[in-house]
């Protein structure tokens, strides 16, 4: 047991070092996705600003034409006043025109003071400054259309620009969509294919608890087993240890009879060799027959003694001897008991070396499973913060998705507002064409008929040289 405990920790502790490289390789590996993720987002960034430097320079320019629209519109304001005034003067001229001929007196009262007017030198001068600052004005207007109707190309040269620019930035937008869509897509898919590895390990992991839960039952009847049997053999070795104390008894007391016996047979041998000696004796007293009837009488009693104990010590051998039969029986049987237990026991050992193998193969397939249940556990473990730090990525592109989404659509509500101010621009445009194309061919009839008018005047009165 303590074998299998040293050997148990050690396997944990081995398990525990590989579970500490596993952690270090999967943190090295996330911090090398992290450094890609960052590259990805640096690479959004440089895209997102680059995007949004195009927006400020549109921008830029939708100032620059917006200013450029009220600088216009200014213009065109300040070119109708002055048309206004013209008109009003010219109208005034007209209305002389037409009350000339009929009032005289009106028009010598006008001549007279046009004549005041031409000797005055310092009014002289402002109505020549007021003639040139008209002169000045229309010639400006003549200068403003020509610029307007050069100026027409460049517009529509920026306009086609602008819409060029905008165009790449619709298609860069696109783009920008279908790489978000393929991601979300590739993200979809790999998020699929963990929870069907979730699945499959989850099932797996059932399996091996399964069989875990199986080989524990196993192996606590195994235990069990081992258990009885080691009562068993503890018993067995009881028995043994009584039975070889037994023999070791018995073999004291063989020993003991077999010097007895041998100290009998020398006795035996002793009493024959007297009794050869009695007989040689008696055979040497028979020839000399009853001369010595004491001395017979004497060996008789001594013969007679000498049987006696001859008889007892017969009596005693052949008690010693059934003793000694005994004994060999149950020698014979010990032994025979001996054998029938050791060939049990061999075979009580040769079970145990089989349970033992038996074991030895279930703590292998034991080690095994719990190997696979480890590296289960950390596939679940990584899966578990992949899928963690893939739902994060995903809040984080959902967000940056919606971020854009939002850009997007403040980008296309601009680009809608600045195709409204071109159409309205273009419309403004092509309204103020109309406009000067129609009035060219007045101002420059009402032009001539000013000048003539002026000239008829200056003609009429001249000034007075001082």
């Known amino acids: 047991m303590r074998k299998i405990l040293f050997f ?10 590989l579970v500490i490289f596993s952690l270090y390789w999967q943190i090295k590996d996330f911090h090398i996705q992290k450094e890609k993720v960052r590259e990805k987002l640096k690479e959004m960034e440089e895209a997102f600003s680059y995007f949004s430097h195009l927006n400020n320079d549109l921008r830029e320019r939708l100032k620059k034409i917006t200013e450029d629209n009220q600088q216009l519109k200014n213009n065109l304001e300040k070119l109708r006043r002055e048309k206004n005034n013209l008109e009003r003067k010219l109208e005034a001229v007209g209305i002389n025109e037409k009350v000339f001929f009929p009032l005289k007196e009106k028009i010598k009262k006008v001549a007279l003071l046009i004549n005041r007017l031409y000797s005055e030198t310092y009014k002289k001068r402002k109505i020549n400054s007021l003639l040139r600052t008209i002169y000045q004005k229309l010639n400006d207007l003549d200068l403003s259309l020509a610029k307007i109707s050069d100026e027409e190309p460049l517009y529509r040269e920026m306009f ?5 620019e905008l165009g790449k930035k619709i298609s860069l937008i696109k783009r920008l969509k279908d790489e978000i869509e393929k991601l979300t897509k590739k993200l979809d898919e790999e998020r699929r294919e963990r929870e069907k590895m979730l699945v499959s390990l989850k099932e797996k992991k059932k399996n091996l608890e399964k069989k875990l839960s199986q080989t524990e039952k196993y192996m606590e009847k195994l235990e069990k087993e081992i258990d009885r049997i080691e009562e068993e053999k503890e018993n067995y070795v009881v028995a043994l240890m009584n039975l070889k104390t037994k023999f070791k008894n018995s073999q004291k007391n063989l020993d003991i009879l077999k010097k007895e016996n041998e100290n009998l047979k020398r006795e035996i041998e002793k009493v024959k060799k007297e009794r050869e000696k009695i007989e040689l004796d008696l055979a040497r007293l028979k020839e000399k027959a009853f001369s010595q009837d004491k001395l017979i009488d004497d ?5 007679k003694s000498k049987t006696e104990k001859l008889v007892e010590i ?3 051998l052949s008690k010693k001897e059934e003793e000694y039969k005994l004994l060999v029986k149950q020698y014979e049987e010990i032994e025979k008991k001996r054998e029938e237990d050791s060939i049990e026991l061999a075979k009580r050992a040769d079970r145990i070396l089989r349970l033992e193998e038996e074991i030895n193969r279930e703590d292998v397939k034991m080690k095994n499973l719990t190997d696979s249940l480890n590296q289960y556990l950390k596939e679940l473990a990584q899966l578990k ?12 592109l959902k967000k940056e998705i919606e971020q854009k989404n939002n850009l997007l659509s403040s980008l296309n509500e601009e680009i809608a507002k600045i195709e409204e101010m071109s159409s309205q621009f273009r419309e403004r445009t092509n309204i103020l064409r109309g406009f000067f194309k129609k009035e060219e061919e007045p101002r420059s009839s009402l032009k001539k008929e000013v000048d003539v008018k002026i000239e008829k005047i200056g003609l009429e009165n001249p000034p007075d040289k001082k």
Do not use: D, W
């Open 8 to 17: 148990l920790r050690g396997f944990f502790i081995f398990i525990l070092i």
């Open 160 to 164: 086609k620009r602008e819409k060029e």
């Open 299 to 303: 060996l008789n009693e001594k013969i």
């Open 314 to 316: 017969k009596e005693k």
């Open 385 to 396: 913060e992949k899928v963690i730090r893939v739902n994060l990525e995903n809040l984080r």
